[in-house]
């Protein structure tokens, strides 16, 4: 049997007839940068969140870029963020000119610790990213508060968590998208909702924000050859949105299946001493971007390899903390900076969950793992 990391073409059987039927639609229509379907598909996301404004974008990279511009962040402020993610969330902080400043994860979430960040707020700091990473959000109402009381920015990293849920101690739910200033979304083809090559948008609940992100995007111009300030050439296509458009409808019950998989495994894979399963926080649903088990005796590589020899494929997210990354040696941090970053780095293991595996598949996954254990 073989068990790819993430098999798209399952998903794509599900909606062919759909996709078939809108693309030539686009193509028929010759209009193929912003227009009315990007429009239709802004209003339908900020509808999926519940947060009022939604602005396309090129990818979520650029949603990280654009959120940091719009929000005046500038060359010499320093913005916080955690070196357990992926590569674009301190790669766009350090293209607006600021300086990224690292704080540590939480060991259970992998998620940025507050009251790290909050340790490492200092005069010059200007916002602060937490990353909603493998699909859970991070302790939003801890970053409005350290925001609030900084008087600094809040953006959220949300390319792997659209629409993931933490309930607030009243009970209510928020998601990704109502606590920050701004949030940004990525569409790339392996995030939960994804597009057929890149796409990003940030959605955020202030009018002006949103107006400035839409001069952004379109080098800064409310008006065409008239600018007020430099921005981008970040849009996103209409063949893009008219893909994401057919497949919003379907994202709640995808998510459901990948939480449906991670139950799968969090029975399967129990009771094994040097595997730690992902945990979600009880105020958190989680949208399993991706499952991440941590192997806490060193063996994580030969895991991986024994998985490969038995057909299942698994990923390293993040092999290397962001803080160790060459290009991040300015900065001036070291081995040992961040301990649960680094620890991090050398246990995880991604295992496939995507929504369209069937339980033949998720119980060779079990069985496997379980057999480099007791090997
Ligand atoms: C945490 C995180 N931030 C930012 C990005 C950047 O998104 P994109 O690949 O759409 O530029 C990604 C995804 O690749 C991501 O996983």
Not at 86 to 112: E, K, W
Not at 167 to 181: A, H, S
Not at 210 to 230: N, P
Request: charged residues 25%.
């Amino acid at each position: 049997m073989r068990v790819p990391l993430l098999d798209l073409t399952r998903q794509y059987r599900q909606i062919a007839a759909e996709i078939e039927r809108v693309l030539p639609e686009v193509v028929e229509s010759q209009q193929f940068v912003l227009g009315p379907r990007v429009e239709a598909f802004e209003h339908e996301v900020a509808a999926y969140l519940g947060v009022p404004h939604a602005v396309g974008c090129a990818s979520g990279t650029d949603a990280l870029l654009l959120s940091l511009r719009a929000l005046d962040v500038k060359p010499g402020d320093e913005v916080v963020t955690s070196p357990f993610t992926f590569f674009a969330t301190a790669g766009a902080i350090h293209n607006v000119g600021a300086r990224p400043v690292f704080a540590d994860i939480q060991p259970d979430t992998f998620n940025l610790d507050p009251a790290a960040a909050d340790a490492a707020t200092g005069a010059r700091t200007r916002a602060i990213v937490p990353i909603h990473l493998f699909g859970q959000m991070a302790d939003m109402i801890a970053f409005r508060a350290i925001g609030d009381a900084a008087g600094i920015a809040v953006i959220e990293d949300s390319a792997q968590a659209i629409g993931a849920r933490q309930k607030l101690p009243d009970g209510q739910w928020i998601t990704t998208g109502t606590l920050g200033d701004a949030c940004a979304l990525s569409f790339f083809p392996t995030k939960n909702l994804g597009a057929f090559g890149d796409g990003g948008m940030v959605v955020t609940n202030d009018a002006n924000l949103a107006d400035r992100l839409r001069r952004l995007r379109v080098h800064g111009g409310r008006q065409m050859y008239h600018h007020e300030e430099v921005g981008y050439n970040s849009r996103l296509d209409a063949l893009q949105a008219a893909v994401l458009a057919v497949k919003l409808p379907y994202l709640a019950g995808w998510s459901e299946a990948r939480r449906r998989n991670a139950r799968f495994y969090d029975e399967g894979l129990g009771g094994i001493e040097s595997l730690r399963l992902p945990e979600v926080r009880p105020e958190n649903d989680s949208i399993v971007n991706q499952y991440t088990v941590r192997i806490t005796d060193g063996g994580r590589d030969a895991l991986a390899d024994f998985l490969r020899k038995r057909g299942v494929g698994s990923g390293v997210y993040y092999p290397r903390p962001l803080h160790l990354q060459e290009c991040f040696a300015y900065l001036g941090y070291s081995e040992g900076d961040f301990p649960e970053s680094e620890k991090a780095s050398s246990e995880v293991l991604s295992l496939p969950v995507y929504p369209e595996l069937t339980e033949e598949e998720l119980d060779y996954v079990v069985e496997s793992v379980r057999a480099f254990f007791s090997a």
